[in-house]
């Protein structure tokens, strides 16, 4: 079974509520207008009710009379989230008046709701910027107890029958958020790989944080910031299995790892690399996708106290679909750990 039967199955199993503020644009409604006929997920859309459904008979959707459609105009909507925005805000001088707008904003709305508990999770970003979608989850859903960056992680999927990580799996980060991480957030964002690779990948994190020295072998700043966050990290999670800094080598080949680093524990078989830019991470993952014909899902937003998930404004209808899924996973492994 793959990556994304289990995924599926796994959501399908327990089903979760995940919004989507972007309810009145087509790749969106295609996406879940096949979640709901698949049974993966209750669905959310945020949107003018008439323009959902008149979109719906124009693309030949049957499933959406089965979503839960909310108005953002919608006065008793308003009245029910701003209250818990002008909460949260308050301390910023903002007033009710400015919270009731803010609730009128479908991707504000969409994270209220989740801090409500009225849903378990969000995905947008086919209409919207990056920089705007992450904005409305940090001021309202806000990040894990313990951790205080947002990073984006890549499970990349192996081709069959190269066996480095677990079963073909690596969980690659951060490629997508944070430029420049310090040591403090260079740990964070590895004990948030760690999260990931169990509750996206399914599997026991290993993890190394990574550099061009291994154990010494190089002098710079750099390694210095590597062997900090390698310290923190462990202060962090004890539990984890993580270990700093390693070159790439040492931490995926055992033979090497015996030869450069034979007092760590992953010896050789780290699932979860962790970079220490994201210059070299975006790098990293596209060669990797690209030349080693490797499947690479995401980015999964990782560090947040519920899921949020960021679309390209290029994704197609499937991208919107696996994305859904994933949300769905992270939702369910957040409530298991609680």
């Known amino acids: 079974m793959g990556l994304f039967e289990k995924l599926t199955a796994k959501a399908k199993s327990n089903r979760q509520r995940i919004v989507l503020p972007e309810g009145n644009e087509p790749r969106t409604l295609t996406a879940a207008d096949r979640i709901i006929a698949d049974g993966i997920a209750d669905i959310i859309l945020i949107g003018d009710p008439n323009e959902i459904m008149a979109l719906a008979k124009d693309l030949k959707l049957e499933n959406l009379d089965k979503a839960t459609i909310v108005n953002p105009a919608d006065e008793s909507v308003i009245d029910k989230y701003a209250p818990l925005y002008f909460e949260l805000r308050k301390k910023k001088g903002i007033s009710m008046e400015e919270a009731r707008k803010t609730a009128a904003n479908p991707l504000y ?129 004890p539990e984890l299995v993580l270990d700093g800094e390693l070159q790439a080598d040492a931490a995926l080949v055992p033979s090497v790892a015996k030869s450069k680093a034979p007092n760590s524990p992953l010896a050789g078989t780290a699932n979860v690399l962790i970079f220490p830019s994201l210059e070299v991470g975006n790098i990293a993952y596209k060669l990797v996708q690209r030349l080693g014909g490797v499947e690479a899902v995401g980015p999964v937003l990782q560090g947040l106290a519920a899921p949020v998930n960021d679309l390209s404004r290029g994704c197609f209808p499937e991208d919107i679909y696996k994305t859904i899924i994933i949300t769905c996973n992270q939702a369910i492994g957040l409530k298991e750990n609680k």
């Open 109 to 237: 709305l969409g994270c209220l709701m989740v801090k409500a508990g009225d849903a378990d999770g969000q995905v947008a970003g086919a209409l919207n910027t990056t920089g705007n979608v992450l904005r409305a989850a940090f001021q309202i859903i806000k990040t894990m107890p313990g951790i205080d960056v947002v990073s984006g992680a890549f499970v990349m999927v192996l081709p069959e029958g190269i066996n480095y990580g677990t079963d073909g799996l690596l969980i690659f980060a951060d490629c997508a958020v944070v430029p420049e991480p310090d040591a403090a957030q260079l740990a964070q964002i590895a004990v948030s790989a760690g999260k990931t690779a169990r509750d996206i990948a399914g599997i026991e994190p290993r993890v190394a944080i990574l550099s061009f020295s291994t154990k010494g072998s190089a002098k710079s700043e750099r390694v210095d910031k590597v062997i900090e966050a390698t310290r923190l990290a462990h202060e962090l999670d």
